[in-house]
Nanobody, 116 residues
């Protein structure tokens, strides 16, 4: 079992920055991939960024160059550094872990609001 907890969401002005954190507990060494997803009202959930066990990263085109997913090691939280935030980035952001046996776990989400 893997437990995930997101933190770091809040209200920020356009052009501002936030850093989200995803803390994993339980069988953390069974995790193959951790991804950040987001869901805006009336929209489908979309993949924002992911990082693999080997620290290979991928980003949605809409956030490329602005967001960075990272972790110090497999025992540390996974971060999503968000710079140059835009109103269209407003969403509930979810952390998701996929294990080596392809089981998916989700956190409860953290709300990011980009507005004046």
């Amino acid at each position: 079992q893997v437990q995930l907890k997101e933190s770091g969401g809040g209200l920020v002005q356009p052009g501002g920055s936030l850093r989200l954190s995803c803390a994993a507990s339980g069988s953390i060494f069974s995790i193959a991939t951790i991804g950040w997803y987001r869901q805006a009202p009336g929209k489908e959930r979309e993949l924002v960024a992911l990082i693999t066990t080997g620290d290979i990263t991928n980003y949605a085109d809409s956030v490329k160059g602005r967001f960075t997913i990272s972790r110090v090691n497999a025992k540390a939280p996974v971060y999503l550094q968000m710079n140059g935030l835009k109103p269209e980035d407003t969403a509930v952001y979810y952390c998701s872990a996929v294990t080596i046996v392809a089981h998916t776990y989700w956190g409860q989400g953290t709300l990011v609001t980009v507005s004046t």
